[in-house]
């Protein structure tokens, strides 16, 4: 971690600059700092492989910077979409908090953006004594725009086609185009360790994604069972859970059991014996389930979840996901069916074929583990 009290050298750079997520705010002076601290540590580890990365704070900001010219669009992206407890990121270009600086840049920025016939909006924030106001930088920004050689281009601050974002913090101002949104909540790691049960199954990511953004560092349990789009989940599971995941092959298991309609409770049972297993051996104690209140027709019987409380002995947490559309997490290019080819939907349910000796041979199957 660098760490810097002047910050002159960022003049003239391009950095991504991280917008702490809003629920830090409301912590504690103490928490916060931690909080913050265990932010950064996280994306330091995503940008392990770029060593030429730095990561600094600057008044309630953390900046993002390189000596080489990565693609800050790309990476951006990478951040907000693996890292909890961020607000939002924009790369941007720093320049001086001085008038002459800001309007001659963000001059330069609205012209290799602003297309002709088009409307446009200077957005300005500013923290610090300046001897000028947010609302005479805007306008005098916007002034030389309108002067510009843009044809045809014109203010619009209720639905511009372009924006142009003055981030002005003491003796630095930002100037950027975009912002990428963030998962926000609060960083991971920050709330302990759980091992995640997740197949090929929106709810099963989605259970896990919830407890990622409550700060818990998430380790998943991945059970391939032979269904045609589970590369998919895999590749999504590696991008959005960095570290340590197990991938245990149950496709073999589920076709010896094909003509049960107790299928999916059977499975669910064995899947989550394993994670207590996996779970045990690295000392962690609390194992998060997609089981309780999904959000795409899934269906449990309140017996069907006082076998599955009985069956592990650690805590499981079972996040609610009833009324949750596919806010803030990108699993929109992931099917929403079952979690296998032998189901047509999971119904976690006590069905008349359902019985304990039958369990019991479902369970002693010996998982492949890759």
Not at 26 to 54: A, H
Request: proline share 3%.
């Amino acid at each position: 971690m660098a760490s810097f009290t002047n910050y002159s050298f960022l003049i003239n750079k391009h950095v991504i600059l991280v917008r702490i997520g809003g629920e830090l705010g409301i912590k504690s002076r103490q928490t916060r700092r931690r909080m913050v601290g265990q932010l950064r540590d996280n994306i330091e580890r995503i940008f392990e492989q770029y060593p030429d990365f730095n990561v600094l704070e600057f008044r309630d900001r953390l900046l993002i910077y390189s000596e080489s010219n990565n693609n800050l669009n790309k990476l951006s992206h990478l951040i907000v979409n693996s890292v909890s407890g961020i607000s939002s990121v924009s790369p941007a270009l720093v320049v001086k908090a001085t008038e002459n600086s800001i309007i001659s840049s963000g001059l330069s920025n609205a012209i290799a953006i602003i297309h002709p016939h088009s409307s446009f909006a200077v957005r300005v924030r500013r923290e610090g004594d300046h001897p000028f106001s947010s609302m005479d930088i805007a306008s005098k920004l916007g002034a030389k725009i309108l002067s510009a050689p843009i044809e045809g281009v014109k203010v619009n601050l209720e639905s511009p086609d372009f924006q142009i974002f003055l981030d002005i913090r003491g003796s630095l101002a930002f100037i950027y185009t975009e912002i990428f949104k963030g998962i926000d909540g609060i960083p991971s790691q920050s709330q302990g360790v759980a091992i995640a049960l997740i197949r090929p199954n929106s709810n099963s990511v989605l259970a896990a994604w919830l407890m990622k953004k409550r700060g818990v560092q998430v380790i998943p349990v991945f059970f391939r069972t032979g269904k045609s789009s589970e590369e998919t989940f895999l590749d999504h599971v590696k991008s959005q859970f960095n570290g340590n995941f197990i991938v245990i092959s149950i496709k073999d298991l589920l076709n010896s059991f094909i003509d049960y309609t107790s299928l999916c409770l059977f499975c669910q049972v064995y899947c989550e014996k394993m994670c207590q297993e996996v779970a045990k051996n690295g000392k962690i104690s609390v194992i998060i389930s997609p089981t309780c209140f999904n959000y795409n027709n899934e269906t449990m019987s309140l017996e069907a979840l006082e076998i599955l409380e009985k069956r592990v002995s650690l805590s499981i947490i079972r996040p609610i996901q009833l009324g949750f559309f596919s806010k803030g997490i990108d699993i929109d290019h992931l099917d929403r069916f079952a979690c296998c080819h032998f189901q047509s939907k999971v119904s976690l349910e006590i069905f008349d074929d359902f019985n304990a000796t039958m369990l019991e041979k479902f369970l002693s199957f010996k998982p492949k583990v890759e």
